[in-house]
């Protein structure tokens, strides 16, 4: 059945008005520190930093608990960011060369992921109330590997971020995050972008 006007107006209203203003500044954050990333700008990590610390507070009350423990991970990391590609520019005058990923950091990768999906997922699915705990912790055990990668200025990062953006759209609107849904699949288009950009640094670089 077609949607009519007036419940396309009130789905909208519901999208709109039913998001806690909290939800949308994380994700106005959110969305500038990844587009500023994409962009190879420095300023993207005080606003990654702004953005986690939002969404620490909502998936804790979501009871997506890996995800909640990701952001304090994400925290340390875009500090350790910003410190990195800081020290670069002020030691050397210009950012950290991009790189590509290695055959043994993809092995380690995968390894790593099952590790903690397996562990983390048992984890939360026995003792606690967690909603999705092997999705949810799959997704945060790739989310740890492409910050990782982020903050080493290596090209796939953005490869990986798509991919995971997937699955959390999925998960938010499933969960009524439906602002936080639309942000990661706005994050999918950045990412491409992203990856598009960085690709071409490193091309006019080993030129």
Known sequence: MLLTADAFKDS????????????????FTGLLCVWLAAKNNIWNWPFAIAS???????????????DM???GYLLMMNIYGWYYWSEQRKNSGKQRPISRITKKEIFLSVVGIIIFTLVLGQLLHKNTDASFPFIDSFCTATS????????RRVMENWLIWIFVDIIYVIV?????LYATGLMYA????IALMGYMDWKKIYREQNH
């Open 144 to 151: 740890i590997i492409a910050q990782v990668f982020l903050a």
């Open 69 to 71: 423990g990701l952001q």
């Open 12 to 27: 909208l209203a519901q999208f709109v008005y039913g998001t806690s203003p909290l939800e949308w500044f994380g994700v």
């Open 52 to 66: 986690v610390l939002t969404y620490i507070f909502i998936f804790f009350e979501s009871k997506l608990y890996a």
């Open 186 to 189: 706005i994050y999918m288009a």
């Open 172 to 176: 938010y609107c499933s969960k009524d």
